[in-house]
């Protein structure tokens, strides 16, 4: 098998494919519009595939194309700002390139490719840094300043970081095995985030809503079901 399969058998958002080279929720394109999709389920040589746009018009016999990797989303200076669908494209952006009615087959950046932000480094060259620490912050909005950590498990001394106005895929700190760091990170949506520690909550929320604060208090950082 390859990376390429073709189209089997459609059964309205669920497209089941052969001859594809895949993994579990590898993200694939399906058809000749190469509607994005991702891999639900796994049966000998047939792939399970949830297309997340509309398959109207896709015929068995059209080609699938695994792209090798798992749904992600980006990271980054410009996320606070943006209006998303269920798959990060930005929908102003979408409003642009389509029109009132979303239409398939289009692709958008989650975050701004081409807008230039303004990097200041907290950390210098020589430190010793691991995931999660802070190296620098961009100033995203009035109050808000993002924070540009190293990416999870990652470990290195700094070699090299500059301050300056960079884009969010361009590099702002490289470490001496030669591992760049940018502005924007990407993540897998089914992976979780990795923690240091769990702390127990230990701080009341006061609402000052009484049928709240008395019949179901809750404590500050937890989330109400």
Known sequence: MSKNGQIYRISGPVVTAIGLNAKMYDVVRVGDEGLMGEVIELHGEKAVIQVYEDTSGVRPGEPVTNTGQTLSV???????????DGIQRPLPILLEKMGTFITRGVDADGLDQEKKWTFEPTAKKG???????????????E????????????????KSIKSGDFTVSETVCVLEDGTEIA????????????????????????TGIEILDVVSPLATGLAAG
Do not use: C, F, S
């Open 143 to 158: 109050t808000i300043a993002h924070k540009i950590m190293v990416p999870p498990n990652m470990t290195g001394t700094i």
């Open 74 to 84: 980006q990271l980054g200076p410009g996320l606070l700002t943006q209006i998303y």
């Open 183 to 206: 502005i924007m990170q990407r993540w897998p949506v089914r992976a979780p985030l990795p923690n240091k520690q769990k702390d127990a909550p230990d701080t009341p929320l006061g």
């Open 127 to 141: 430190d010793k840094v691991e995931g999660g620490q802070v190296v620098g912050t961009v100033q995203e909005t």
